[in-house]
């Protein structure tokens, strides 16, 4: 692949160069922090090097090409993914150095929303959302209901908790995972593509009750998304993975105002530039 003259990896040469930092600095806590990491499939090669931390109390957006690893990444995050070398430090633990069962304990602490991720469809809403609870604690079922209506009413779904997951509409579907997401009180939330298959009234929508409820009770949430609106509408700093690296991350600010070709073309989708169909 060539574009003005240079060679793909002469390109991607000059992204690498171009990325300042990974969003450390001293005076951020980073609860997640990725150090390294290489995963390949086989002889394929997802994750070269990748470096990131997720800062505290922040909204990070993960934006890049389809196949670029990052549904990988997110699995790496929350140990379903193992790395061929490389760290993933989740409050201060290096979670593959840590056992099996210290590994469980973490996850508890995180909520996920998974692309592929989907409601029980043998479970109504209410149970669906209680299903982390019942799981995960020993907490009585009159706390448990307390807990589920008051998330199921945050996402707006205080009226359909009896309703079965085939009997409810795309965007209540995503609404009711991000109750599920949120109600064990997570630290970290991640969100994969909690937009895709929304039209963009429901997208706006769900993006407006990420913020809301990240407003209400913080945390670091890191959300991967291919909606350029709803990364610039959601996101305190961006990251943009190609290639298995990180090549750049900033401020939502700044990598709208990126000058790296690679960025800009990502960013206005268009088919003219370094970024192809391989
Ligand atoms: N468990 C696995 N075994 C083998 N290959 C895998 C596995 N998981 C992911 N891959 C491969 O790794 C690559 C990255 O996958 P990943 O799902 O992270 O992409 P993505 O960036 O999330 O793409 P999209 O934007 O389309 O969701 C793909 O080529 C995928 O086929
Ligand atoms: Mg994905």
Redesign the pocket.
Known sequence: MQSDGQTDDQLFAGVQSAVAGNGSTDDVQHTVRIRNVRKA??S?R?LDGLNIDFADDAITTIL??????????LKHVVGL?EPDSGQVLVFDQDIWSASERERQELRKRFGVLF?DGALFGSMNVYDNVAFPLRKHTDMRETKIRELVMGRLEEVGLSAAATKMPGEISGGMKKRAGFARALVVNPKVVLF??PDSGLDPVRTSLLNDLILKIHQEHRGTYVL?T?DIQTARKVSDHIGV?WKGKLVQYGSTEEVFNSPDPFVRQFLAGKSAGPLGMD
């Open positions: 499939f086989g394929f997802v890049g090409p389809s196949g670029t690893g990052k549904s990988v990444l993914l692309q994969d593509e991967v291919h993975i």
